[in-house]
């Protein structure tokens, strides 16, 4: 008897753990461990909004910067527009003078060609007028003259030409004159071996002799008086010509100077040497 009431006692403690204490203490463990873990969510939100907060805060501090940089670039922007529409201007003004220039020049070029063209034209009239006249005159010379077979005496041979060495003395334009009234020329010397012969002889004669060579018309540009040609050949001296004191501007072969040639006062006196051809 005794067995079967602790049976029935055991088995009604049972019933009322599992039945009516039961249910009550499983729901607050489960409410215990909700309460833990929104609060663990809590604590991660915290941290999360903390760390938001810090972001923010850090791209504040960024956008200021950015804004402050931005506005740096915007004024140096504006100083170089301001700089380069300067200097554009400045340009514009130096092309614009540079066009006028141009446009000047074309003017002053096209007006210059236009009166060299007339110039050439009248000097070609000219040389037309000179030629035709004197073709005329050779033509009268080859007929009214004998053609020479040897020189006259008194005359030296050298090639086709013959040379006359005066005795006596004259200025360089009384030479020419001298010359051409002797149906010559003041001589002029156009090979090297024509510089020896006249070398030669005005060696043996012991004086300075005139040729017909000048730079009167151009100071340092010497050419033959006659033929108004420059010289092919010279035989100046090594430190002539010099044109000293300004003042010498006609040719003769110097017998202290190696028989060679020097500049010289026109006006001095000298002997002087003729040339014409022999036919
Ligand atoms: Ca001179
Ligand atoms: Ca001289």
Redesign the pocket.
């Known amino acids: 008897m005794e067995f079967k009431v602790v049976v029935i006692l055991s088995f009604l403690l049972c019933i009322c753990n599992g039945y009516v204490f039961g249910p009550s203490t499983q729901s607050a463990v489960e409410a215990d461990r909700k309460e833990m873990r929104i609060q663990s969510d809590i604590n991660i939100l915290k941290d999360n909004m903390h760390e938001l907060l810090k972001r923010v805060s850090k791209n504040k501090n960024e956008i200021a910067s950015l804004k402050r940089e931005n506005q740096y670039l915007r004024k140096e922007l504006e100083n170089k527009r301001r700089k380069f529409s300067c200097e554009i201007n400045v340009l514009n003004e130096h092309s614009y003078e540079h066009q006028q220039l141009l446009n000047d020049t074309k003017t002053e070029i096209i007006h210059l060609r236009s009166s060299t063209i007339e110039e050439i034209r009248n000097r070609v009239d000219k040389l037309e007028i000179l030629e035709s006249q004197r073709s005329e005159v050779n033509n009268t010379e080859c007929i009214d003259k004998p053609v020479l077979t040897s020189c006259d005496d008194g005359w030296k041979r050298h090639t086709n030409n013959c040379y006359y060495f005066s005795t006596y003395s004259a200025s360089w334009t009384d030479a020419k004159r001298e010359c051409t009234q002797n149906d010559s020329r003041l001589a002029d010397a156009s090979s090297t071996s024509e510089i020896d012969f006249l070398k030669n002889n005005t060696a043996k004669y012991e004086k300075n002799f005139w040729l017909d060579g000048t730079?009167e018309s151009e100071?340092?540009v010497w050419v033959w008086s006659t033929s108004g040609q420059r010289f092919n050949v010279d035989d100046w001296y090594s430190s002539e010509?010099n044109?000293a004191d300004d003042n010498?501007?006609c040719l003769e072969i110097r017998r202290k100077l190696d028989n060679q040639w020097n500049?010289v006062d026109c006006s001095s006196l000298k002997s002087f040497i003729c040339k014409k051809p022999l036919m």
């Open positions: 730079d100071e340092g010509p044109n010498e501007h500049d």
